[in-house]
C-alpha cells in the first residue's frame, strides 16, 4: 500500500530529528556551557574536583527532578516536591534524634512521609480530577504547615545527630578519588535511582502507560490502561523519590532543618524543562532531566567562579527554561 | 445453506430518561461477510454500536457470541471476548512508537513471572510482531517501526489501527467511519485493507456515512431507523437513493420489493 509521505523540507527534517531524539538539544547545551567555562574559568572550573563539587550540588535538585519528570510526564505538575522532601527530612530527624527510636525506623517512616503525601496528591488528581496544579499548590501549603507541626520550628544540629543517628548522615559520605574528584553516596543513590527510573520509562510497560495517559488520556483508556491508577502510581512513586531526596539532603547539609530550600521544588521543574520534557505531557527522558540539572548547575558554578554576581546565575537560568520550552512548543507543531 | 452468525443481537432496548436510544433493536452479522451500518443522526446506530463493543450496557435484550449469550461490562470485555473495536479516533497514541502503540495496554513481557512483576517488556517480539502485521497487510511504506504515530500521514494511522485491531480481534471488528477523515486516494486504500482483513476471515462491522464507500465494500446493510432495524438490504439490489430513502423514512422496505417486482 503506498500511503505517500509527505515531502519534508530541510526545516522540517530537522524538526523531525529533534523530535526523534530530543535529548540532543540539552546535551548539546551542557557540552558547550562545560566548554565555555573551561575556556573562560579555567583550571578552577575544570578540574576534577570542581566537576564533581558540581555534581554534589546538583544531586538533590536531579532527584526531584526525576520525581517531577514522572508527574510532568503524565501532563501534570507536583509543586510540593520541595516541601515533601523537607517534611521527610524532618520526620527522619524527629523520629531518630528527639524521640531516640532506631534510625531505620525513622528512615522507613520519613520514606512513608513521602508516600503518603504522594498518595493523597494522587487521589485527588487521579479521582477527584482536579487538576494538579492546584492540588499540588494547596498541599504545597498544607505539607508546608505540617513541617513546622513536626518541626515545632527547631532546627536539629549537625552534632546531635552524629552522636545520636549517625546514619541519617550517611548519604554525605564521601569517596576521594585521585585528581581530587570526591564523589558522595548521595550522588551514587542519584545514579542508582536515575537508572531505576529510567528502566520503568523505558523497558517496562508500566513506563509506556504513563507516556501514554500524558500524551492522550483519551486513547490510552480505550486501550485498556487504567488511567487512574497509572496517575496515582506515578504521584506516589514522585513522594516516595522526594523523601529519598530529604535523606540526601541531610547528608549534605548534615542538620535537618524546616527553613530553606524554598525553591527547591521551582529547581527541578528547570531541570525537567531545561531537559527537554514537555510540560504539555507525554515527551522527556530520565536523562534529559539529569543534563537539565548538570546545565543548570554547570551555570551556577561556572558563573560564580567567573566572578559573576549571583543575580546573574537567575537571569542566565531563566533565560535557559524560555529558551527551552520555546524549542519544545517549536518541536510539538510538527504533530498538528 | 443459511449464513452462519457470530455476533448478533435480540430486542435491545436502552432509555436515557425518556429519550430512547434503542427500541426492540435486532443485529445480526454472518461469519466472514462486512456489514454495514447505516442510519440517520439520532437513529441509535451509536447506541447500537456501543453496545455491542461493551461501551453500553443495554438495558434489556441479549447480545450472543457465536451463538452464546455475553454480557459486557466494559470495552475491555469486548476485547477479551475476541471484539476489536478501531474507534473514529483511532485512540492512537501519537507521541508513542508504532510498535508501542500496536501494542499498547497489552504489551508483551519476557523473564518469567518476575519479569512480567516488573512489567519487562520484550521489545524486540514486539516489534517483529507488529512489522510482520503491517507486512502481512500490505502496509509496506512504513519502514520504521519505530517512528511516532504522528510522522505518519491520516492513512498510515489509519492503517496502523485496523492492523492493531486485526492483529487482536479473533472475531469481530467494528470500525467507526474508517474513511471520514481522509482524502479519496487514502480512503481506497483503506477500504482495500477492510477487504483484505475480512478475507483473512475476520467479520466486519462498518458504521459510515459515505454512502459510495459503503456500497463498495459492504456485503450487507443494516439500515437502523427510530431506535430499531429498519431493514437489511443487499447493496447490488438496491439503488443509493432508496437506501438513504429507507434510512430516512421517505420509502418503506415493502415499496422497494414492489420496485423489484
Redesign the interface.
Known amino acids: ?6 515531502r519534508k523540507s530541510k526545516t522540517r527534517a530537522f524538526r ?1 530529528f529533534l ?2 531524539y530530543p535529548t540532543v538539544i540539552p546535551a548539546v547545551t551542557l557540552a558547550i556551557a562545560v566548554g565555555l567555562f573551561a575556556l573562560i574559568v579555567g583550571e578552577r572550573f575544570f578540574s576534577p574536583f570542581n566537576l564533581t563539587l558540581v555534581m554534589q550540588q546538583v544531586t538533590i535538585i536531579g532527584l526531584l527532578g526525576i520525581a517531577q519528570t514522572l508527574v510532568i510526564l503524565t501532563a501534570g505538575i507536583d509543586l510540593s516536591v520541595g516541601v515533601i522532601m523537607i517534611l521527610s527530612s524532618v520526620v527522619m530527624g524527629r523520629v531518630s534524634v528527639t524521640y531516640g527510636l532506631p534510625v531505620e525506623l525513622a528512615l522507613f517512616l520519613g520514606l512513608a512521609t513521602g508516600f503518603l503525601c504522594g498518595l493523597f496528591n494522587g487521589l485527588l488528581v487521579a479521582l477527584i480530577r482536579l487538576p494538579p496544579f492546584i492540588v499540588t499548590l494547596g498541599t504545597w501549603s498544607v505539607y508546608g504547615a505540617i513541617i513546622y507541626l513536626v518541626s515545632r520550628s527547631e532546627t536539629i544540629r549537625a552534632q546531635q545527630i552524629e552522636d545520636t543517628a549517625p546514619f541519617l548522615q550517611w548519604t554525605g559520605n564521601m569517596i576521594r578519588l585521585e585528581g581530587g574528584a570526591v564523589i558522595t553516596y548521595g550522588t551514587i543513590l542519584l545514579l542508582v535511582v536515575a537508572a531505576a527510573v529510567w528502566y ?1 520509562l523505558n ?7 504513563i ?2 495517559t500524558g ?2 488520556p ?3 483508556r ?4 487504567k488511567t487512574a491508577r497509572t496517575l496515582i502510581f506515578v504521584y506516589v512513586l514522585c513522594g516516595v523519590l522526594c523523601a529519598l531526596a530529604g535523606w540526601v539532603l541531610i547528608g549534605r547539609i548534615g542538620a535537618v532543618s524546616p527553613l530553606g530550600n524554598q525553591t527547591a521544588n521551582l529547581d527541578a521543574i528547570t531541570a525537567v524543562v531545561i531537559g527537554g520534557t514537555s510540560l504539555f505531557g ?2 522527556g527522558s530520565i536523562i534529559g532531566t539529569l543534563m537539565g540539572a548538570l546545565i543548570v548547575g554547570v551555570f551556577r558554578n561556572g558563573l560564580a567562579l567567573a566572578g559573576l554576581d549571583v543575580l546573574w546565575q537567575e537571569f542566565s537560568v531563566g533565560l535557559l527554561i524560555i529558551a527551552a520550552v520555546t524549542i519544545d512548543q517549536w518541536v510539538r507543531k ?2 498538528a | 445453506m443459511k449464513p452462519q452468525a457470530i455476533l448478533e443481537a435480540r430486542s435491545l432496548e436502552k432509555y436515557y430518561g425518556s429519550v430512547v436510544a434503542m427500541d426492540g433493536a435486532d443485529f445480526d452479522l454472518y461469519r466472514g461477510e462486512i456489514l454495514a451500518v447505516i442510519g440517520d443522526n439520532g437513529a441509535g446506530k451509536s447506541t447500537l454500536i456501543k453496545a455491542l463493543s461493551g461501551a453500553v450496557i443495554p438495558d434489556s435484550g441479549q447480545i450472543l457470541l457465536d451463538g452464546k449469550p455475553v454480557h459486557f461490562r466494559s470495552p475491555l470485555d469486548a476485547r477479551n471476548a475476541g471484539i476489536e473495536t478501531v474507534y473514529q479516533t483511532l485512540a492512537l497514541s501519537p507521541a508513542l512508537s508504532i510498535a508501542d502503540n500496536m501494542f499498547l495496554g497489552r504489551e508483551l513481557h519476557s523473564g518469567g513471572t518476575f519479569g512480567r512483576m516488573l512489567g519487562n517488556m520484550n521489545m524486540r517480539q514486539m516489534r517483529n510482531q507488529a512489522r510482520d502485521m503491517l507486512n502481512e497487510l500490505g502496509l509496506t511504506t512504513i519502514q520504521d517501526i519505530n517512528q511516532p504515530v504522528e510522522t505518519l500521514s491520516g492513512g498510515q494511522r489509519q492503517g496502523i489501527a485496523v492492523a492493531r485491531a486485526a492483529a487482536f480481534a479473533s472475531q469481530v471488528i467494528i470500525l467507526d467511519e474508517p474513511t471520514a477523515a481522509l482524502g479519496v486516494k487514502e480512503s481506497l486504500l483503506v477500504l482495500k485493507l477492510i477487504r483484505d482483513v475480512r478475507d483473512r476471515g475476520i467479520s466486519i462491522v462498518l458504521i459510515s456515512h459515505n454512502m459510495p464507500h459503503v456500497f463498495e465494500i459492504a456485503d450487507r446493510i443494516h439500515i437502523h431507523r427510530m431506535g430499531r432495524r429498519g431493514a437489511v438490504v443487499d447493496p447490488k439490489k438496491i439503488t443509493m437513493s432508496d437506501a438513504v430513502a429507507i434510512m430516512t423514512g421517505a420509502l418503506t422496505v415493502d415499496d422497494t420489493a414492489e420496485k423489484q417486482a
Open positions: 500500500m503506498e500511503f505517500q509521505l509527505q523531525n523530535h526523534r520503568l523497558r517496562s510497560s508500566y513506563g509506556r502507560h507516556y501514554a500524551d492522550e483519551d486513547a490510552a480505550l486501550a485498556g490502561i507525554g515527551r510538527m504533530s
